[in-house]
């Protein structure tokens, strides 16, 4: 389903959005203005009328980072660069629950579009859990001789708090000063993942500043190559998609 914003007046929009998701977005958002110093719009409230949710939130002004980009100084990029390593490090640094747990920041499903557009999955009680429910959507209705080939990710990963979709598009500057972000969007799948998962998500459908793109996270994270190897193979064996 293509989300849809609506502006409601000059302080406030709407986000059409899934029925499933709505609740954990907002969650998401509130659980991040509290804990972070990451622009995030403040949640005004949250409702579902079958078959869609609403979510009515701060409107902040900005413009898309990726449609910014090419405009932007060389000081401006290296001030927004700044920003985001402080965000992802502020997210990353979040205490984990006890026990720890794969799943929403409460504990609860976790939700990823390439994963399934139709469902939540989990909570997931360890890695391992989570790895074998992403290897089996990847072979789902393969033959055993095919099924065979697809890698695993490997186990042992730090678990951290992750945005998910963390990308230009889901990034606004400040019309008036690009060095600055303004808002940090799109937290419905976010939520407590392997520290890896932030990596490989980011990379996903980023456009045409993808090279650069890449930099900044690897810049902001650190590089799993293997991880995304893998997480690229699952994509093509279809279940990941």
């Known amino acids: 389903m293509a989300k849809q914003i609506q502006r409601i007046d000059s302080l406030t929009l709407m986000k059409r959005t899934h029925a499933r998701t709505v609740f954990r977005e907002a969650e998401a958002m509130n659980f991040v203005r509290a804990r972070t110093q990451i622009p995030v719009p403040a949640v005004l409230n949250a409702y579902v009328e079958d078959p869609f949710g609403y979510l009515v939130m701060e409107f902040v002004p900005g413009e898309q980072l990726d449609l910014a980009w090419p405009r932007m100084s060389d000081g401006q990029r290296k001030c927004v660069v700044a920003q985001l390593t402080d965000y992802l490090h502020q997210l990353r640094s979040l205490a984990p629950p006890d026990p720890p747990l794969i799943g929403s920041c409460s504990g609860g499903p976790c939700f990823d579009h390439r994963i399934s557009s139709m469902k939540t999955f989990g909570p997931f009680t360890s890695e391992e859990e989570f790895h074998d429910y992403l290897y089996a959507a ?83 994270i650190c590089s799993y190559d293997e991880e995304e190897q893998i997480d690229r193979a699952l994509e093509d064996y279809q279940g990941v998609a």
Do not use: S
């Not at 303004?182 to 407590?192: F, I, R, S, Y």
């Not at 980023?206 to 090279?211: C, E, Q």
């Open 138 to 220: 990847a072979t789902y209705g393969l033959p055993p001789e095919i099924a065979r080939r697809v890698p695993r990710q490997r186990n042992g990963h730090k678990i951290v708090f992750t945005h998910a979709d963390f990308n230009p598009t889901q990034i606004l500057v400040d019309p008036c000063d690009p060095g600055r972000v303004a808002a940090v969007l799109d937290w419905e799948m976010a939520g407590w993942y392997p520290d890896y998962w932030e990596y490989v998500k980011a990379l996903i459908c980023v456009g045409p500043i993808g090279r650069m793109w890449r930099e900044v996270i690897k810049l902001a």
